[in-house]
């Protein structure tokens, strides 16, 4: 069975070459799907995607979501649009707020009215479990929580999205598949905790300062886990005119503590015993960050979908993946 079933050719994918979208793109086109990579580059990497600008099935634009015009342009002709795209430096975020507000509700607001205008029905769409904000600090909540106050301009964003993306379900007959996402990790990682551990020991062997009061725990997940969710929901969860779209937690229901990365990182550098390891003592590692996010993932589970691999194994296989030790 292919990722997003026969009825599906050609796919608009927006931030298709950053982390997790150039995973979609290896995947989309190794079972010959068509895809249109649309990305501005302010985050994504060339070499993500250079390795498939000869294939047929292929084409990157290089623009800018906020540039409806050539939004609207290049979208046309497709039959889903999977959007990735969105400001995700969450540690400067709140020194450029107009970045979330840009780079997320605005391009959201163009992805959903170039949809509109094209006349494509099927959104897929990258939220996060950051819109739970304090909710989910002790509670493991569940997609009917709220009232959703968000602790960050970057979650506020991903309100923003998804209730443009339901407004349109709702108003012009697109169907609307939204994820809140616990933490992605695999190779090309470009930001988040393994990111910056690996990167600073690779700087200073001697001593790894963690951010934070050292209790931060969260959920982490491999990038094909994240896309198979998302696609095996599009397949296997219709969505019609009298439910046009649904939100659901996409992750593991384990967590992984701040300090256990460290230890993991340090071993697999094969820095045990060299390392001195240090907690920074603040509350919160920066601002706006929320230092535990706990969810269910119930309502995808009862549909038939579960992660594979529990947050502690996604950690390690994700770190051995970034220092070159497996593939994936
Ligand atoms: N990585 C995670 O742990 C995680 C967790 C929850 C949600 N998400 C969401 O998943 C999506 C992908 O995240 P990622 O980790 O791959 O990050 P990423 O930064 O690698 O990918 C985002 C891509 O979008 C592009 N982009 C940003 N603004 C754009 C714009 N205005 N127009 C066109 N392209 C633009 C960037 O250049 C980048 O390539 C994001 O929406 C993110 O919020 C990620």
Sequence with gaps: MRLLGDSISRVFLTGGSGFIGSHICDKLLAQGYEVTAYDNFSNGRREFTAGHLSNPNFKLVEADCLDLPTVTKEMAGHDLVWHMAANTDLIGSHAQPARDLNDCVVATFNVVEAMRQNKIKPILFASSGAVYGQLCLENHVNETAGPLSPMSTYA?????????????????????????????????????????????????????????????????????????????????????????????????????????????????????????????????????????????????????????????????????????????
């Design 156 to 328: 506020a964003g991903k309100i923003g999205s998804e209730a443009f993306i339901s407004c349109y379900c709702h108003l012009y007959g697109l169907h609307g598949w939204m994820f809140r996402f616990g933490n992605v990790l695999g190779s090309r990682v470009t930001h988040g905790v393994i990111f910056d551990f690996i990167k600073r020991l690779r700087e200073n062997p001697k001593e790894l300062m963690i951010l934070g009061d050292g209790t931060q725990k969260k959920n982490y997940f491999l990038t094909e886990e994240c896309i198979g969710g998302m696609a095996w929901s599009f397949v296997n969860i219709p969505m019609n005119d009298e439910c046009p779209c649904d939100v659901f937690n996409l992750g593991t229901t384990t967590v992984t503590r701040v300090t256990e990365i460290a230890r993991i990182v340090v071993e697999e550098l094969g820095l045990t015993g060299k390392t001195e390891i240090k907690i920074q003592g603040t509350k919160r590692a920066w601002l706006g960050d929320q230092p535990k996010v706990h969810f269910t993932v119930e309502k995808i589970n009862k549909f038939g979908w579960y992660c594979k691999h529990s947050s502690d194994e996604a950690v390690r296989t994700a770190v051995r993946r970034v220092l070159g030790k497996e593939q994936g």
